[in-house]
Protein backbone atom coordinates (compact mmCIF):
# COMPACT_ATOMS: atom_id res chain seq x y z
CA UNK A 1 0.00 0.00 0.00
CA UNK A 2 0.79 3.52 -1.05
CA UNK A 3 2.63 5.66 2.23
CA UNK A 4 1.56 9.01 2.73
CA UNK A 5 3.04 11.94 4.58
CA UNK A 6 1.18 12.38 7.90
CA UNK A 7 0.41 15.89 7.40
CA UNK A 8 -1.55 15.05 4.20
CA UNK A 9 -3.53 11.99 6.18
CA UNK A 10 -4.64 14.29 8.97
CA UNK A 11 -6.36 16.54 6.17
CA UNK A 12 -7.82 13.35 4.58
CA UNK A 13 -9.25 11.68 7.55
CA UNK A 14 -11.37 15.35 7.93
CA UNK A 15 -13.18 14.63 4.34
CA UNK A 16 -16.68 14.41 4.12
CA UNK A 17 -17.51 14.88 0.51
CA UNK A 18 -14.99 15.02 -3.04
CA UNK A 19 -15.66 17.40 -5.50
CA UNK A 20 -13.71 16.99 -8.70
CA UNK A 21 -13.61 18.60 -12.49
CA UNK A 22 -14.49 16.45 -15.67
CA UNK A 23 -11.90 17.14 -18.20
CA UNK A 24 -8.42 16.57 -17.66
CA UNK A 25 -9.25 14.52 -14.31
CA UNK A 26 -12.01 12.13 -15.09
CA UNK A 27 -10.62 12.00 -18.70
CA UNK A 28 -7.08 13.01 -20.28
CA UNK A 29 -8.90 16.37 -21.69
CA UNK A 30 -9.20 15.58 -24.93
CA UNK A 31 -12.73 16.08 -26.49
CA UNK A 32 -13.49 13.81 -29.89
CA UNK A 33 -16.11 14.72 -32.23
CA UNK A 34 -16.99 12.32 -34.89
CA UNK A 35 -18.25 13.63 -38.38
CA UNK A 36 -22.16 13.79 -36.80
CA UNK A 37 -21.17 16.21 -34.15
CA UNK A 38 -21.20 13.13 -31.02
CA UNK A 39 -18.66 14.15 -28.50
CA UNK A 40 -16.73 11.32 -27.33
CA UNK A 41 -14.70 10.73 -23.75
CA UNK A 42 -12.79 8.20 -22.54
CA UNK A 43 -13.22 7.51 -19.04
CA UNK A 44 -10.90 5.20 -16.85
CA UNK A 45 -12.50 2.47 -15.24
CA UNK A 46 -9.90 2.73 -12.16
CA UNK A 47 -11.65 5.75 -11.78
CA UNK A 48 -14.87 4.33 -11.93
CA UNK A 49 -14.47 2.16 -8.95
CA UNK A 50 -12.99 4.78 -6.35
CA UNK A 51 -15.68 6.73 -6.94
CA UNK A 52 -18.08 3.75 -6.26
CA UNK A 53 -15.62 2.94 -3.37
CA UNK A 54 -16.10 6.60 -2.12
CA UNK A 55 -20.09 6.24 -2.30
CA UNK A 56 -20.29 2.93 -0.17
CA UNK A 57 -18.13 4.33 2.05
CA UNK A 58 -20.81 6.76 2.88
CA UNK A 59 -18.71 10.07 1.18
CA UNK A 60 -20.24 11.91 -1.75
CA UNK A 61 -18.91 12.74 -4.76
CA UNK A 62 -20.04 15.81 -6.77
CA UNK A 63 -19.29 17.01 -10.39
CA UNK A 64 -18.72 20.38 -11.13
CA UNK A 65 -17.79 20.98 -14.68
CA UNK A 66 -17.46 24.01 -16.97
CA UNK A 67 -18.97 22.40 -19.66
CA UNK A 68 -22.17 20.42 -20.33
CA UNK A 69 -21.76 16.68 -22.08
CA UNK A 70 -24.31 14.09 -22.36
CA UNK A 71 -21.75 11.63 -22.19
CA UNK A 72 -20.76 13.27 -18.81
CA UNK A 73 -24.22 12.94 -17.46
CA UNK A 74 -24.44 9.19 -18.68
CA UNK A 75 -21.21 8.00 -17.00
CA UNK A 76 -22.11 9.71 -13.74
CA UNK A 77 -25.72 7.96 -13.79
CA UNK A 78 -23.72 4.44 -14.26
CA UNK A 79 -21.74 5.22 -11.10
CA UNK A 80 -24.30 6.25 -9.08
CA UNK A 81 -23.04 10.16 -8.87
CA UNK A 82 -26.18 12.13 -8.31
CA UNK A 83 -24.54 15.57 -7.30
CA UNK A 84 -23.58 16.64 -11.51
CA UNK A 85 -23.14 20.19 -12.10
CA UNK A 86 -22.45 20.94 -15.63
CA UNK A 87 -22.00 24.11 -17.28
CA UNK A 88 -20.72 26.13 -14.31
CA UNK A 89 -17.91 28.47 -15.55
CA UNK A 90 -18.24 30.10 -11.63
CA UNK A 91 -17.69 26.99 -9.56
CA UNK A 92 -17.64 28.54 -6.54
CA UNK A 93 -21.34 29.05 -6.60
CA UNK A 94 -21.94 25.86 -6.76
CA UNK A 95 -19.05 25.04 -3.99
CA UNK A 96 -21.09 26.96 -1.70
CA UNK A 97 -23.98 25.31 -2.74
CA UNK A 98 -22.72 21.90 -1.42
CA UNK A 99 -21.22 23.52 1.69
CA UNK A 100 -24.70 24.13 3.07
CA UNK A 101 -26.62 21.07 1.47
CA UNK A 102 -24.28 18.97 3.09
CA UNK A 103 -23.83 21.28 6.32
CA UNK A 104 -20.03 20.64 6.47
CA UNK A 105 -17.14 23.39 5.96
CA UNK A 106 -14.46 23.82 3.26
CA UNK A 107 -12.02 21.58 5.66
CA UNK A 108 -14.12 18.39 4.74
CA UNK A 109 -13.87 18.86 1.26
CA UNK A 110 -11.59 17.26 -0.85
CA UNK A 111 -11.30 19.05 -4.49
CA UNK A 112 -9.55 17.80 -7.91
CA UNK A 113 -9.04 19.78 -10.36
CA UNK A 114 -6.30 19.87 -13.20
CA UNK A 115 -6.45 23.70 -14.49
CA UNK A 116 -6.98 27.70 -14.04
CA UNK A 117 -10.77 27.44 -13.39
CA UNK A 118 -10.28 24.75 -10.70
CA UNK A 119 -7.75 27.21 -8.24
CA UNK A 120 -10.17 29.14 -6.55
CA UNK A 121 -11.54 25.35 -4.95
CA UNK A 122 -8.30 24.05 -5.31
CA UNK A 123 -7.75 27.09 -2.59
CA UNK A 124 -10.12 27.03 -0.44
CA UNK A 125 -10.92 23.13 0.19
CA UNK A 126 -9.20 21.31 3.17
CA UNK A 127 -7.42 18.93 0.57
CA UNK A 128 -6.86 20.68 -2.20
CA UNK A 129 -5.38 18.56 -5.33
CA UNK A 130 -4.32 18.36 -8.67
CA UNK A 131 -2.98 15.99 -11.61
CA UNK A 132 0.57 14.77 -12.41
CA UNK A 133 -0.23 16.42 -15.19
CA UNK A 134 -1.83 19.90 -13.71
CA UNK A 135 -1.41 23.34 -14.46
CA UNK A 136 2.12 24.32 -12.45
CA UNK A 137 -0.13 27.13 -10.61
CA UNK A 138 -2.60 24.12 -8.99
CA UNK A 139 0.65 22.35 -8.17
CA UNK A 140 1.78 24.85 -6.56
CA UNK A 141 -1.08 25.65 -4.82
CA UNK A 142 -2.21 22.12 -4.16
CA UNK A 143 -1.76 19.89 -0.69
CA UNK A 144 -0.70 16.76 -2.74
CA UNK A 145 -0.30 16.13 -6.69
CA UNK A 146 -1.60 12.54 -7.97
CA UNK A 147 0.83 10.59 -8.94
CA UNK A 148 -1.18 9.61 -12.44
CA UNK A 149 -2.21 12.04 -14.83
CA UNK A 150 -5.95 13.18 -15.51
CA UNK A 151 -7.75 10.21 -16.96
CA UNK A 152 -5.10 8.06 -16.36
CA UNK A 153 -6.60 6.93 -12.39
CA UNK A 154 -5.80 10.49 -10.85
CA UNK A 155 -9.35 10.01 -9.25
CA UNK A 156 -8.46 6.75 -7.85
CA UNK A 157 -5.33 8.16 -6.74
CA UNK A 158 -7.25 10.28 -4.23
CA UNK A 159 -10.11 8.05 -3.46
CA UNK A 160 -7.43 5.74 -2.15
CA UNK A 161 -5.55 8.41 0.00
CA UNK A 162 -8.88 9.21 2.03
CA UNK A 163 -10.23 6.00 2.07
CA UNK A 164 -6.19 5.11 3.59
CA UNK A 165 -6.71 8.20 6.04
CA UNK A 166 -10.43 6.97 7.33
CA UNK A 167 -9.31 3.31 8.01
CA UNK A 168 -11.45 1.82 4.97
CA UNK A 169 -8.96 1.46 2.29
CA UNK A 170 -7.39 -2.18 4.14
CA UNK A 171 -10.89 -3.90 4.16
CA UNK A 172 -11.96 -2.84 0.39
CA UNK A 173 -8.65 -4.50 -0.71
CA UNK A 174 -9.65 -7.35 1.49
CA UNK A 175 -13.02 -7.69 -0.34
CA UNK A 176 -11.08 -8.55 -3.72
CA UNK A 177 -8.85 -11.29 -1.78
CA UNK A 178 -11.80 -13.71 -0.97
Known sequence: MMTYPE?????????KLVITDVDGVLTDGKVHLDQKDN???AFNIKD???????LNAAIPVAIITG????VVTRRMQELGVTEVYQKQPDKRACFQMLLQKYQINCEEVAYLGDDLPDLALINQCGLG?????GHWSLKESSHWITPNKGGDGAFRDLAELILSAQQQLESILQGYQS
Open 129 to 133: VTVAD
Open 48 to 54: GLGIKWL
Open 7 to 15: ELLNKAKKI
Open 67 to 70: RASN
Open 39 to 41: ELK
